[in-house]
């Protein structure tokens, strides 16, 4: 699991699903991923693109993606 800024979120949902739930529950930034079409939108973006419409900087973001997938485990 080798994730940077120029992954796409749809291979990080690909490969763990139940962070689609999970990242708006814990993070109110992503609320938007409440709704399917931002869902739909969300897995088309890079995590650079996401870090940049929810206003958390890249590296956090991937932060955050790794510790909940670490914790999943």
Known sequence: ??????TK????LDEHPWLEQE???RYPQLK???????RFMARRMTVKDASRLS???ADRLLK???DLIA???
């Not at 699991?1 to 120029?6: G, Q, T």
């Not at 979120?9 to 990080?12: A, E, T």
């Not at 938007?32 to 931002?38: F, I, K, L, Q, V």
Request: no cysteine; aromatic share 4%; proline share 10%.
């Open 1 to 6: 699991m080798n994730y940077d800024e120029k």
């Open 9 to 12: 979120l749809g291979k990080i």
């Open 23 to 25: 990242l708006p529950k």
């Open 32 to 38: 938007a991923m409440d709704n399917p079409a931002s």
């Open 55 to 57: 206003g958390i900087p």
């Open 64 to 66: 955050m993606l790794t």
């Open 71 to 73: 914790e999943h485990k």
